[in-house]
C-alpha cells in the first residue's frame, strides 16, 4: 500500500525518535548512507514497541522501504551495496528538531562555499546586467539563493558550536574528582571532543569569517564585496545594498564564535596535560616492566624479589619530579572572576536561544536616523524637479542639484540614492541609456572619488 509523501512525513516526525537513531548512527559512523540491516532493524523495534495493531499497520505500510522510495524520502536504493541513503533535506529537518544533531560546518563545507562565490562572481563579471538578459535574471535569482542558503548555514553552525561549548563545559566542570578508571576514560573523552571541536569547526570557522587574514586564496566575505561593487558598478544600487547586508548578517557570528573559542582554550591546556601525565605513566609502567623482566630468574628464591636498583635511573623519580609540578586537581589554574563571568554569559546567552521560539531575520533601514532624513530631502527635490531630455551625463546634473540643495549635508555616496530615485521617477516616461565606456567617468567631491558608467537620459 501506497501512503502519500506528506502523511509519511507526518508519521517520522510523530516518531522522529526513530530518525534521530538513524542520524546518530551515521554521525557517529561518519558516513551518508545506512546499511540496510540497520535501517529493517529500527523499523522492527519501533513496530514493536507499539501496542495498538491500527498503528502498527499504519507504520508498516508508511515506512516500507518501497513506499519511501517511491515518495522520494529515500533517495538511494543500493542493492548490491546493501545501503540506502535518506533525501538531504529531510535529515536537516529533523536535525533543526535537535540543536545536539545540527552538523557544523568542517573544512570542506567551507571551502565548498567560497567556490562557489567565486563561480558566481565569474559569471556575473561577464553578463550585462540588463534588466531584459535572461542569463543575468537566472544569476542574479541563484545568487540571492546562494546568500540566503550561507546565511542560514553559518547560523546553524555558530548555535551547534554554541551548543556543544555549552555541553562539553557542563560535563567537563562537574568532573571536579576523577574517582574510578571509567569516570577519568570518560573525562579524556570529553576533552578528546573539545580539542576536535576545536581544530575542525571553530578554527576553520574563524578563518572563514574573517577577511583581514592574509590567504593565497581570496575569503569568502571579499568575494561578496567584489559582487557587491559589481552590481552597484553596472547600475543596481538597491541589489548592492542588499548584498551588504547579507554580508553584514553572515559576519555578525563572528563574536560568537570568538567566544566559543575562548571559553574551550582553557580545557584544551587541561587536555594536554591530561595527554603528557598519561603518556608518562604509561612509559613509566613500560620501563618498570622492563627492569622486573631484566631481574627475573628461574631460582625459586629470586622469583618474586627484585634485585637493588639504583634510584638515580629508576623512572619514577622523574614522574615524581614531573607530577610534583602540577595540582593535584583538575582546576590546574587559578580562577579569574572575568574568564569564569564571560563564559557564564555565554552559555546563558545559548540557552536563552534555544529556549526561544525562531524568529524571522529581516533586513530593516533605521527609522530614526540623519541620513534616512537627508534621503527623504533628496526624494523631494527629485519630485520636484521638472527636467526634461536630453540630458547627456545623469550623475553630473544630480551631483550639481544636490551640492547646491544639500550645501554642507552632501555626501558624494547620497549622489547614488539620488540616480536611483531619478531612474524611478522618470523611468516610466522617459527612457534612461548607460554607456559602458572606458575609462569611465569620474567625480570627485571632499576627497572622494566616484567611478560610473555614463547615463543619458533620452526620449
Not at 92 to 111: P, T, Y
Not at 132 to 140: I, M, R
Not at 194 to 215: G, H
Request: charged share 30%; aromatic share 10%; proline share 2%.
Amino acid at each position: 500500500m501506497n501512503v502519500a509523501l506528506d502523511r509519511t512525513l507526518i508519521l517520522l516526525i510523530e516518531h522522529k525518535d526513530l530518525m534521530f537513531q538513524l542520524i546518530d548512527y551515521m554521525d557517529q559512523q561518519q558516513r551518508q548512507d545506512l546499511p540496510t540491516e540497520v535501517f529493517f532493524n529500527s523499523i522492527r523495534v519501533k513496530q514493536d514497541s507499539v501496542s495498538r495493531k491500527k498503528e502498527t499497520e499504519r507504520l508498516n505500510d508508511a515506512f516500507d522501504l518501497g513506499n519511501l522510495v517511491k515518495t522520494g524520502i529515500v533517495s538511494e536504493f543500493n542493492k548490491s551495496r546493501g545501503t540506502i541513503a535518506f533525501q538531504p533535506a529531510v535529515l536537516e529537518i529533523f536535525r533543526l528538531f535537535d540543536k545536539e544533531r545540527v552538523r557544523g560546518l568542517r573544512s570542506a563545507d567551507l571551502e565548498n562555499i567560497r567556490i562557489q562565490l567565486e563561480n558566481a562572481y565569474r559569471q556575473l563579471e561577464s553578463l550585462s546586467f540588463a534588466v531584459h538578459d535572461l542569463a543575468f535574471l537566472e544569476q542574479h535569482d541563484q545568487l540571492f539563493d546562494l546568500l540566503r542558503r550561507i546565511n542560514s548555514q553559518i547560523q546553524n553552525n555558530t548555535d551547534h558550536l554554541q551548543y556543544e561549548a555549552d555541553r562539553l563545559s557542563k560535563r567537563l566542570d562537574q568532573d571536579q574528582a576523577v574517582l574510578s578508571r571509567q569516570e577519568s576514560l570518560q573525562h579524556r573523552e570529553m576533552l578528546v571532543q573539545v580539542k576536535r571541536i576545536y581544530d575542525r569547526e571553530i578554527i576553520p570557522t574563524l578563518e572563514f569569517l574573517n577577511a583581514r587574514e592574509y590567504s593565497k586564496t581570496r575569503a569568502p566575505l571579499t568575494v561578496i564585496d567584489d559582487i557587491s561593487r559589481l552590481y552597484e558598478l553596472r547600475g543596481h544600487e538597491d541589489d548592492s545594498y542588499y548584498i551588504d547586508q547579507y554580508k553584514l548578517s553572515i559576519l555578525s557570528h563572528y563574536k560568537a564564535v570568538e567566544k566559543v573559542k575562548q571559553a574551550l582554550q582553557r580545557y584544551l591546556h587541561q587536555e594536554r596535560r591530561h595527554r603528557l601525565t598519561y603518556n608518562a605513566i604509561e612509559q613509566a609502567y613500560l620501563n618498570l616492566q622492563t627492569l622486573a623482566q631484566s631481574t627475573f630468574t628461574e631460582s625459586l628464591k629470586d622469583k618474586y624479589i627484585f634485585k637493588a636498583l639504583d634510584s638515580e635511573t629508576l623512572y619514577f623519580q622523574g614522574l615524581k619530579t614531573h607530577a610534583a609540578g602540577q595540582e593535584a586537581r583538575i582546576e590546574w589554574h587559578d580562577r579569574k572572576h572575568l574568564i569564569y563571568f564571560n563564559e557564564y554569559l555565554v552559555s546563558q546567552n545559548a540557552r536563552k536561544r534555544s529556549d526561544n521560539s525562531a524568529e524571522v531575520k529581516t533586513f530593516e533601514k533605521p527609522q530614526n536616523d540623519r541620513h534616512n532624513a537627508i534621503k527623504r530631502r533628496i526624494e523631494q527635490l527629485v519630485e520636484g524637479c521638472d527636467i526634461k531630455p536630453p540630458v547627456d551625463d545623469i550623475y553630473v546634473l544630480m551631483h550639481d542639484l544636490l551640492a547646491e540643495y544639500l550645501q554642507q549635508d552632501y555626501q558624494l555616496n547620497y549622489l547614488l540614492y539620488g540616480v536611483s530615485c531619478f531612474k524611478q521617477h522618470y523611468a516610466k516616461k522617459f527612457k534612461v541609456q548607460v554607456s559602458f565606456n572606458r575609462p569611465q567617468q569620474h567625480i570627485r567631491h571632499q576627497n572622494q572619488v566616484l567611478e560610473y558608467n555614463k547615463r543619458e537620459f533620452i526620449l
